[in-house]
């Protein structure tokens, strides 16, 4: 099958780490354009804002949005408005509403959107998702401990209300939740600390409630120390296992476990998405953002100190 040409949007941090190298080795992909305010890719087509790349999109009819969420909507309905199949990186949207209108819109283009849920992709989440199917969930632990000035060195969005602080990480947490359990639990409570002048929190709590009667729990904290711990310990009635570095190994009884299959998120995402292009399909998964959605509408907040980089 021919390699589709693509335009990558958004040339910051997560675009450089893994957009730009997963559609360098990929089957599916070509970069053909790159749309930044401040940054060029070697190589490649090089504009400015969407509107320079629609003036002159040559033989593109597909864009990936690797920026903010905030920024990204106008992106996409124009791009989606012009006819172009458009990925979003996570999380999809500041809110629900435009996402779900950016579908509708997508569906009367006839165009494909994809809603890409990184952290989800992979065969360690496959491995969860086998060991928890017809087993029952007892008790189920979150743990999604990083610095966030390590991981998001200087980036101030993360702080600006309509991106979602520690649950930027966070969500990576819910959407595997989503991913593994054959029906998602439902918050209970969240409380969130927010440090002072801040709009999104730095660390919350949250407690969930599922059919199964397990106890579900999770700790987000964006001051720790040294190595993120991106940990779901989830324990069944046929033993313990944990889902570890963000959902990409699997451990038990303190052991990694070898995996078949391929563990590399992006260029599954991309494999993904070329399958959905292909085939004419959007996949449209809000899960992971309305339980990060309902941890807000029911958060007991608290202010914490200041928080300077
Ligand atoms: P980033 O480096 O701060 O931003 C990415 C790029 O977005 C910037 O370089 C900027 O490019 C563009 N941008 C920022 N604000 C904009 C605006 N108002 N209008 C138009 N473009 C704007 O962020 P990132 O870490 O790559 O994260 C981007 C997305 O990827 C987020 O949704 C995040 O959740 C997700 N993500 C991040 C990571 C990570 O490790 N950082 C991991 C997985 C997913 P120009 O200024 O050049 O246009």
């Known amino acids: ?30 970069l053909d354009a790159a749309i930044s305010r401040h940054a060029d890719v070697d190589g490649v087509r090089n504009f400015a804002t969407m509107g320079d790349f629609l003036a002159d999109p040559g033989d593109v009819r597909t864009v990936s949005l690797a920026m903010p969420p905030a920024p990204r909507m106008a992106y996409a309905r124009q791009a989606i408005g012009a006819g172009l199949n458009v990925m979003l990186e996570k999380p999809p949207s500041p809110t629900l509403v435009e996402i779900r209108a950016l579908a509708a819109l997508a569906r009367e283009r006839g165009v494909t959107l994809y809603t890409s849920w990184h952290s989800r992709m992979g065969a360690a989440v496959e491995e969860a998702h086998g060991r928890l199917s017809g087993a029952t969930l007892r008790r189920l632990r979150i743990d999604w401990r990083e610095d966030v000035r390590h991981t998001h060195p200087g980036q101030d969005w993360v702080w600006q209300a309509g991106n979602l602080g520690v649950f930027d990480p966070g969500i990576n947490a819910t959407s595997i939740l989503a991913a593994i359990l054959e029906e998602t639990p439902h918050l209970t409570a969240c409380t969130m600390e927010v440090p002072e002048g801040r709009q999104t929190p730095i660390s919350a709590d949250l407690a969930f409630g599922h059919p199964s009667g397990a106890d579900i729990s999770g700790r987000l904290d964006w001051r720790h120390d040294g190595h993120p711990v991106w940990r779901m310990e989830i324990e069944t009635d046929r033993g313990t296992f944990a ?37 004419g399909e959007s996949e449209v998964d809000l899960a992971p953002m309305e339980l990060v959605a309902d941890a807000f509408l029911i958060a007991e907040r608290s202010i914490g100190a200041p928080f300077e980089w």
Do not use: C, N, Q
């Open 1 to 30: 099958m021919p390699r589709m040409p693509i335009a990558l949007a958004g040339i910051g941090k997560i675009a450089r780490d893994e957009h730009i190298p997963a559609l360098e080795d990929s089957p599916d992909w070509y």
């Open 243 to 279: 889902l570890i570095r963000s959902g990409s190994a699997v451990e038990v009884d303190g052991e990694e476990i070898a995996l078949d299959g391929s563990v590399a998120e992006y260029p599954l995402v991309y494999a993904r998405f070329a399958e959905l292009v292909r085939g």
